[in-house]
């Protein structure tokens, strides 16, 4: 497949790893952190860390739309479903995170009716369908699927579907960014010190790679935005390297053929219409962030879940048990969870990190890390 196959081509694979291997410098440790779940994914998938020499250490950061939600909001959606009887919509892996109490999906299984959705126009299309019921539709992630969601409320507001509305959970990654540099663990301890970030690629397609400019020119830290394939994380890793042995601080895009400086203005001049920013919200791992999450705008709030059901903000406490939150700060690998592939597994999630393919945990457990698998054809073989 075009734009497929050349980039997992082990030949060019085992040649950049050459590259890699032939630049380090003696002595010193290259730690980057990526910050998006594709990233986490494919690292993974592809067996990257295995390939790469010891004195590079990748991070995996706070870029699994899943993991990042904390348990307060999944004790909204619960409380939608269970106390306020809506229908409610919900993307997959969300049906399992556990709550406090709860999961969506153990409510499902208890008589809720919410139910799996590939988009939010499924939503639209169950609204439509039920016209005496409410039906709401949970929205997460990043700035990849916010504009999805907001042309969904501009096409309820089109047909004034009045039974349909959105409980908004959408992020931002610069914020995520911010967080994580911020930390005073990241800040004052070497060990935790980040040298490079490997940037999101479908985050950038929508953004641009200029909102970036800031980690260099505030932070001193370099960027790659990366694309997904094996071969373009290993580029991005290269670039990376060179950069920090140049003593160099850009903000370079390997991710060319998807990622422009602007990015998609018309998917922002959609999102820029309907929602605005929060003045905080709550990550999991991270706490209560500045200009870090989406609301709906007053010219939409008919359409807002939090305001049509009076919804508040509770707190919740995490299983002491259960490493997540310090594993979507990248100061904890998945295999320091004590939880990690004994009770916590994708088949009896304890973390969000192990519901999401792209949580650190999830990837980690299924692609060989905590158990051994065939040996495969693809770039680590």
């Not at 497949?1 to 291997?21: H, N, P, T, W």
């Not at 409380?79 to 999961?103: K, N, Q």
């Not at 903000?251 to 922002?268: C, I, P, S």
């Not at 999630?349 to 457990?365: L, N």
């Amino acid at each position: 497949m075009k734009y497929v196959d050349e980039f997992r081509d082990g030949d060019i694979a085992q040649q950049l790893i050459g590259k890699i291997s032939a630049e380090m410098v003696v002595g010193r440790e290259y730690r980057l952190m990526e910050f998006c779940g594709g990233h986490t994914h494919a690292i993974y998938r592809y067996g990257i860390p295995d390939l790469l020499p010891d004195a590079i250490r990748l991070i995996h950061g706070p870029g699994c739309p899943v993991c990042v939600l904390p348990m307060s909001r999944i004790d909204m959606a619960i409380e939608l479903a269970v106390a306020h009887r809506v229908i409610l919509c919900s993307y997959g892996d969300m049906l399992r995170v556990p709550g406090s109490t709860t999961s969506l999906l153990k409510s499902k299984a208890e008589g809720a009716d919410i139910r799996m959705v590939y988009s939010v126009m499924d939503a639209l299309t169950i609204a439509e369908e039920n016209p005496d019921q409410q039906v709401v539709f949970f929205a997460i992630g990043f700035e990849t699927t916010t504009p999805p969601t907001a042309i969904a409320i501009q096409q309820a507001n089109k047909a004034k579907l009045r039974n349909f509305s959105v409980f908004c959970n959408h992020v931002l990654t610069p914020a995520a960014i911010i967080g994580i540099l911020d930390l005073p663990e990241v800040r004052t301890e070497d060990s935790l010190k980040i040298d490079g970030i490997i940037g999101p690629a479908h985050v950038s397609a929508v953004i641009g790679s200029d909102p970036y400019n800031f980690v260099a020119q505030q932070y001193k830290i370099p960027v790659v935005i990366s694309g997904f394939e094996p071969l373009d994380v290993l580029q991005s890793i290269l670039m990376l390297v060179r950069q920090l042995n140049e003593h160099r601080v850009e903000v370079e895009n390997e991710f060319t053929r998807a990622v422009t400086a602007d990015g998609n203005l018309k998917a922002q001049a959609l999102v820029q219409e309907t929602l605005e920013l929060r003045q905080e919200f709550e990550w999991r791992g991270l706490g209560f962030m500045p200009d870090s999450g989406l609301q709906i705008r007053e010219a939409y709030c008919e359409f807002d879940t939090e305001k049509r059901f009076n919804l508040s903000n509770r707190r919740a406490k995490e299983n002491k048990a259960c490493e997540c939150p310090a594993i979507i700060r990248g100061v904890k690998a998945p295999e320091e969870c004590k939880l990690f592939g004994t009770l916590c597994t994708p088949d009896n999630p304890i973390g969000a990190c192990m519901v999401s393919s792209e949580g650190a945990c999830a990837a980690h457990y299924s692609y060989g890390r905590a158990r051994v698998l065939p040996p495969t054809n693809e770039c680590s073989s």
